[in-house]
């Protein structure tokens, strides 16, 4: 990366001009989707069959494994083969995860619904890992640097549309459908299916070039722990991965929802689609308006004064009784965790060099991505073990205190401008 500073002008519009990267947040939107309208019905669908906080946290964990397991390994490949080819056969795989559930519950055997769940979340989260890998490395061979920031913003403003309208569409549509069939779940299913099959078609649409190839001196282990060495030894991509990876771990509710809204909101699978997508709609409304603004000068600080609002909207959620008040909390979780998203995401494009993409890509996967289901099995550890409200306070209060720490521990990080990504 050169040392050149990010040029200052800014145009909103600048990186949706370019049509490679209109491909890619088309195939962001309906993935996202897709996967947002999965998590949505099989939550609703183990609660309702178990009502088992543990059961929920199983959830996450067994998309966690597969996905945390193979991510250094998914980093490596992205970076040696094609990309694109990486990232279709991933999300090919995930299709086929989703088919399986779909004709597993067709199959009649009741006694097994849940066990079909797992494995296919657990297929999902494999294939998600090279996914990942490949498709956001290949975002810096599609955007000149000095439109990176616009494009972070951007992607992020379109992933997050996906974010909300999957889990609304999801409690909606089933809503909609128990009312006039036994099937409701498989044709939720089915229609999560088509919209990760329009997702693989944009993909499949966008002109990734290929990266330089490998040198084949490089041993096998080198190349798989490369990444990591990477991030550990450049603090500012270490403190903003490790800052996201335990906010997220420990202040994560979207996994409990399901049980919060029947137990203390009594609301129905209708008003817990609108409560999962709360968050994506702060977000989204507040990634749109990142996309108007100049890349900020305090990004170290608004990251880290992000996070530790983020705690505080948790713990304001775990003290609600009442639907929107709820509703209000999570709304502004996702306003916080945006300026986070980009600010992170910028930050990984500009400090890696292009052969380096997937490899740390892998890792943010693993510290950011994968949390999102660790944490998952930590609220509902949390949730059985302390009770569901001590559970949510705890975890924003552990968010803020980690918030404190490396505030603490990382000037680099609160020094930070977007404005000179060589300052570390």
């Excluded at 296919?120 to 920031?149: D, H, T, W, Y």
């Excluded at 990444?227 to 771990?249: N, Q, R």
Aim: aromatic fraction near 14%.
């Amino acid at each position: 990366m050169d040392s050149k500073k990010i040029n200052s002008s800014h145009q909103p519009f600048e990186a949706l001009q370019i049509g490679a990267f209109r491909w890619f947040v088309a195939y962001r939107f309906f993935f996202t989707f897709g996967l947002q309208m999965l998590a949505t019905i099989a939550g609703w669908q183990i609660w309702a069959m178990t009502h088992s906080k543990l059961q929920l946290g199983y959830a996450g964990l067994v998309e966690a494994i597969p996905s945390i397991g193979m991510a250094l390994y998914a980093g490596h490949i992205a970076d040696k083969y094609s990309r694109k080819k990486v990232a279709l056969g991933a999300m090919f795989f995930i299709q086929l995860s989703v088919l399986g559930l779909i004709l597993g519950l067709g199959s009649g055997m009741e006694n097994s619904v849940t066990w079909f769940i797992f494995a296919a979340l657990f297929g999902v989260g494999f294939g998600r890992s090279f996914m990942a890998a490949a498709s956001f490395a290949s975002l810096g061979s599609l955007i000149p640097k000095e439109k990176m920031s616009n494009a972070v913003s951007w992607s992020s403003t379109i992933w997050q549309m996906g974010m909300i309208s999957g889990p609304a569409m999801g409690g909606l549509f089933y809503s909609w459908l128990s009312r006039r069939s036994e099937f409701a779940f498989e044709w939720c299913y089915v229609v999560v299916l088509s919209f990760l099959f329009i997702g693989f078609l944009a993909f499949s649409r966008i002109p990734i070039p290929h990266q330089a190839g490998v040198s084949h001196q490089e041993k096998i282990w080198d190349r798989l722990t490369s990444g990591m060495k990477y991030v550990f030894k450049h603090k500012v991509l270490l403190s903003a991965f490790s800052l996201d990876l335990f906010a997220v771990l420990f202040g994560g509710a979207v996994a409990i929802l399901p049980v919060f809204a029947d137990e203390i909101l009594h609301a129905g699978a209708t008003q817990l689609g609108w409560l999962r997508a709360a968050p994506a709609i702060g977000s989204a409304g507040m990634a749109l308006l990142l996309a108007f603004r100049k890349p900020m000068k305090n990004a170290g600080k608004n990251l880290l004064w992000a996070v530790f609002g983020f705690g505080i909207c948790m713990i304001g959620f775990g003290l609600s009784t009442h639907f929107w008040v709820a509703f209000f909390f999570l709304f502004f979780s996702g306003v916080l965790d945006s300026i986070s998203v980009v600010i992170r995401n910028t930050i990984t494009q500009l400090f890696t060099p292009d052969h380096m993409r997937g490899r740390v890509s892998a890792v943010s996967s693993m510290f950011i991505g994968s949390s999102n289901e660790i944490g998952a099995f930590e609220s509902g550890l949390a949730a059985q073990s302390m009770g569901l409200v001590p559970s949510l306070l705890f975890g924003g209060n552990m968010t803020i205190l980690i918030v404190g720490w490396i505030a603490w521990k990382a000037p680099a990080l609160r020094a930070l401008s977007l404005r000179d990504p060589q300052q570390e």
